[in-house]
């Protein structure tokens, strides 16, 4: 069974930081996408960054360029998403999710993505 299992996500003042996972089960980690995306209220579900094996760790949102990174432990079968310089506009769910395909191409549509996780909370305040 496919799972996705993201954690870290909390309440964080401005300036903060916060790592978020992303253990995934069900598949060959290595040979496949996985990708970050976020929701903030009333707005539409963003590509944040994505992972591969070939495509490397990217990111693809220019608000967050130089705060967040993304990196992979293939021993933990885990996606991270180290988010610094946190700001209230970064407040949202973020969901990781994998390509509907076995493939190791990053796009940054979320129609190419059919796995998705449960989502964590991120909420940047004072």
């Known amino acids: 069974q496919i799972q996705l299992v993201e954690s870290g996500g909390d309440l964080v003042q401005p300036g903060g930081s916060l790592r978020l996972s992303c253990a995934v089960s069900?598949?060959?980690?290595?040979?496949?996408?996985i990708a970050w995306f976020r929701q903030a209220p009333g707005l539409e579900r963003e590509g944040v960054a994505c992972?591969?094996?070939?495509?490397?760790?990217?990111i693809y949102l220019d608000s967050v360029k130089g705060r967040f990174t993304v990196s992979r432990d293939r021993a933990k079968k885990t996606i991270y998403l180290q988010m610094n310089s946190l700001k209230p506009e970064d407040t949202g769910v973020y969901y990781c999710?994998?390509?509907?395909?076995?493939?190791?191409?990053?796009?940054?549509?979320?129609?190419?993505?059919?796995?998705w996780g449960q989502g964590t909370q991120v909420t940047v305040s004072s």
């Open positions: 069900g598949f060959a980690f290595d040979y496949h996408t």
């Open positions: 992972s591969s094996t070939t495509d490397g760790n990217l």
């Open positions: 999710a994998r390509r509907s395909v076995m493939t190791r191409q990053c796009v940054r549509s979320r129609d190419h993505y059919g796995y």
